[in-house]
């Protein structure tokens, strides 16, 4: 759209919880619910922390603090070290860091888990004992249960231990979130929006535009179908003929958006879904909000008036220069 008059808004970056630079990450039902393709949190719930690959061979995996929402959720900026993956191997699993061939394993010794190249690291999942939830690795000379020692560190031991007999293990998936910009309204449809010919006002309405994965570094136009108005203050009109409004370095912040019939038309329903609607473009994608309205014929006064509020009228047959609003809010004089 060409030849647009530009409002600039000071529109303010409103910081949410799926913010640009975090992830969401859900609890899943059974541990063997993982597959080889998803990227996956291994966290003790009952501590909240999380497994990590940052120590490598030197020593026993960290113990990291992270913050379970709701008991089934993470959200937050999460390091690569505390991302995994699973690659079942009979009825056990392979656990990965995200993006390495090293491997979670465990030494024939209590404190011996470490992620590397060791053949013994393979875990059967989803092994409960008493409070105890966790991962067994079945490749050691006994098979040895992960849990978090004092908050501190990950360790194994050769049976549920009194050091980690209160860990449970969850797995938290990553969810696939769109990077792709978008723009959302509510409502997406006005009805009962018009006014009676040759009224000098007409009654507006609003809806809420809002975007994701915006970053402020492009425009949103809003142009109306030719038989409508848009506004952001309710005050200052554009219509087609004026290439509608320009939000300019829109960010996606939520902006109500003010619509209504224009001013001047004939008598008739406006609801035609190819014209009368507003269009909303801009960092390729778009959203529409369709239209309904009606422009009503003069009402005269007379007929079913009951003249109730005509109680100030001189007497006489005529009313002179006095006039009365009458019941169906028509201004009543001596000429209608």
Not at 11 to 39: C, E, R, Y
Not at 119 to 129: E, I, P, Q
Not at 287 to 305: F, H, K, M, N
């Amino acid at each position: 759209m060409k030849n647009k008059l530009l409002l600039f808004l000071s529109l303010m970056l409103i910081t949410l919880p799926n913010a640009w630079g975090q992830s969401t990450w859900t609890k899943i039902n059974n541990h063997t619910d993982v597959t080889s393709s998803g990227i996956y949190m291994i966290v003790d719930v009952t501590s909240e922390r999380a497994l990590t690959s940052a120590n490598g061979t030197d020593s026993a995996p960290s113990a990291v603090p992270v913050n379970i929402t709701g008991g089934n959720t993470i959200i937050g900026n999460i390091a690569d070290e505390l991302q995994w993956t699973f690659q079942s191997s009979g009825a056990n699993y392979i656990i990965s860091p995200k993006g390495e061939i090293t491997n979670l394993y465990a030494e024939n010794t209590n404190n011996g888990v470490r992620i590397g190249t060791d053949s013994k690291n393979k875990w059967r999942l989803g092994h409960t004992s008493g409070a105890y939830k966790g991962f067994v690795n079945t490749t050691t000379n006994k098979d040895r249960y992960l849990g978090v020692y004092n908050n501190q560190d990950w360790r194994t031991y050769e049976s549920v231990h009194t050091n980690i007999e209160n860990t449970q293990i969850e797995i938290f998936e990553l969810q696939e979130v769109s990077t792709d910009p978008s723009l959302s309204v509510s409502p997406t449809e006005i009805t009962g929006l018009g006014y009676e010919v040759g009224s000098s006002t007409s009654t507006a309405q609003t809806f809420t535009l809002s975007g994701t994965n915006l970053d402020g570094s492009e425009d949103v136009d809003i142009l109306p179908g030719d038989n409508w108005e848009v506004s952001i203050n309710d005050t200052d009109w554009f219509g087609y003929n004026d290439d509608g409004i320009t939000l300019s370095n829109y960010n996606g912040s939520s902006t109500p958006i003010y619509v209504r019939l224009k001013i001047g038309l004939a008598e008739g329903v406006y609801n035609d879904p190819s014209n009368d609607l507003i269009l909303i473009e801009g960092y390729d994608t778009s959203a529409e909000v369709t239209l309904s309205g009606t422009v009503t014929g003069e009402i005269p006064c007379g007929g079913l008036e009951t003249f109730d509020n005509a109680t100030d009228l001189p007497t006489g047959t005529t009313y002179g220069d006095e006039s009365f609003v009458g019941n169906d809010g028509i201004t009543c004089n001596e000429s209608t």
